[in-house]
């Protein structure tokens, strides 16, 4: 059973701590607005504190601590309805310093109970086999930091210096909550902090951490593009705040936990959280559906040379590739008649169009289009395996892929509007599928991209003719 009872009941005083680890805008207008919930039910016993695990956002940052971690959300519903909320969630904002003493010091406080965090797929750094890449240099680096009993930069890093930290100060028991897009996030991490403690060294660290700390899967939702330079005078026009930090997103938002503490948690089912025993299917239909859609339009919208998210949803050719993947692929492959989903999928897919659609979040395409490397294995890849196996077509899941090289080949040729961003990508290996004599193919056998499907010949010839279908969509 979860560890509730004693950390829930009302109080004006916080006495427990979430410690999250990267403050932008997602975690601000997501985890953070739950916990405000919370307290304005009357139960102020947790509070958040944060900070940046690099030497970045630096103004963000500073202009938040100066608020005291007060902020001001913008929310805008598909229908064009505003809301201004303020958040004062956030009570400690931890400034950046070589070595995150300070954050490091605030996750073995005794009153830290929970340690979340918000990372990239990239971010994780994990291979085909769900195992921690030593090769990326980052992690290397960090690897060798723990040797040297030091903090490092990815989050493998810092939270080893603070469990280190925690076991020293006998501080008790942690949870590790993910609060990102990776698919079976808290095994995934887990299983990525176990090899590189190994890698350190760190044995006796290891197995207090098996024994001490839990990691809880979760899928978070709600879509937060990067605030407008115009938002600050927006939420000054609306509201009389002249705020430095302000967050704008969607109305919509979820989040779905398994319920797997060890050391308590905020009474977070009271306001709208989904506490649940496995989080898998709303994990798969989120991941599928909401981000491989939004990866589609995005990479679509470029190409028609759009800016905008809603604008591609509301371009009807690319509007029903997006649909035509989820329904025709996706929806048979998450519930069938012997393990139906406890997700409306069709009702889901609505949703989520009409989410993309909503003018005043002004998405843009650059952002959604980003990582395309690590969102192929992620989101689309798993889609494409399942209906192979089933011995179905992939049209329309294929449309994908076939968008995605397309897309690749105009940054090859440097005639993107913007820069590509791509934490996962070699862009050496991505140059050379571009020149490749068939460009198909060679997207095709990368085994990063599609593990055991590279070379499947039943994938080549789907993408291929799907990637005629792209070239007469961008024909007219």
């Known amino acids: 059973m979860p560890d509730t009872t004693d950390v829930t009941a009302a109080s004006s005083t916080p006495c427990f701590t979430v410690l999250h680890l990267g403050l932008g805008s997602f975690h601000r207008a997501h985890q953070a607005v739950y916990l405000q919930r919370l307290i304005d039910a009357g139960d102020a016993r947790w509070s958040l504190s944060g900070g940046n695990l690099r030497p970045d956002m630096a103004e963000t940052l500073a202009a938040l601590a100066a608020q005291g971690g007060a902020y001001t959300l913008e929310t805008v519903s598909p229908a064009g309805e505003v809301h201004y909320q303020r958040i004062e969630a956030l009570r400690e904002v931890i400034p950046y310093a070589p070595g995150i003493p300070a954050l490091v010091a605030r996750g073995a406080d005794p009153a830290t109970r929970i340690v979340s965090f918000t990372v990239t797929e990239a971010g994780y750094a994990l291979d085909d086999a769900g195992r921690l890449d030593t090769r990326v240099p980052e992690v290397a680096a960090d690897i060798a930091r723990a040797l040297q009993g030091q903090a490092g930069e990815t989050i493998y890093g810092a939270v080893c210096a603070i469990l280190r930290a925690r076991r020293a100060a006998q ?29 350190a060294g760190l044995d006796d660290l ?26 600050r005078a927006r939420v000054r026009a609306a509201t009389g705040r002249d705020d430095a930090a302000p967050v704008t997103a969607e109305s919509f938002l979820q989040w779905v936990i398994e319920d797997r503490f060890i050391a308590g948690r905020p009474g977070w089912e009271r306001v709208g959280v989904e506490m649940v025993a496995s989080v898998a299917p709303y994990e798969e239909a989120k991941i599928r559906i909401l981000n491989a859609s939004h990866s589609c339009i995005a990479w679509a919208g470029t190409l028609a040379g759009l800016q905008f998210i809603h604008e591609g949803t509301r371009t009807p050719a ?83 892929p076939a968008l995605f090289l397309a897309f690749l080949q105009r940054w090859h040729h440097g005639l993107l509007p913007y820069a590509y961003e791509d934490q996962a990508m070699d862009p050496d290996a991505a140059h050379a599928i571009c020149d490749a004599p068939d460009p198909v193919a060679a997207l095709c056998a990368d085994a990063a991209l599609w593990g055991g499907l590279a070379n499947d010949a039943r994938l080549v010839d789907a993408v291929r003719r799907a990637g005629a279908r792209v070239a007469a969509f961008l024909a007219g």
């Open 171 to 199: 501080a008790g028991p942690l949870t590790l909550l993910n609060c990102d897009n990776l698919r079976h996030n808290g095994d995934r991490f887990r299983a990525g902090l176990r090899d590189f403690l190994a890698h």
């Open 318 to 400: 690319i509007h029903r590739m997006a649909w035509e993947y989820v329904t025709h692929d996706v929806i048979p492959c998450l519930s069938r008649p012997v393990a139906p989903s406890p997700v409306n999928l069709p009702a889901y897919r609505d949703v989520v169009l009409e989410r993309f659609g909503n003018p005043a979040i002004r998405d843009t395409n650059q952002r959604v289009a980003a990582d395309g490397f690590a969102k192929i294995p992620g989101f689309i890849a798993p889609t494409v395996r399942e209906r192979l196996a089933q011995g179905q077509p992939i049209d329309g899941v294929a449309m994908l």
């Open 206 to 231: 290891a197995a207090w951490a098996e024994a001490h700390t839990r990691c809880p899967n979760a899928m978070v939702d709600r879509i937060t593009p990067r605030p407008p330079p115009e938002l």
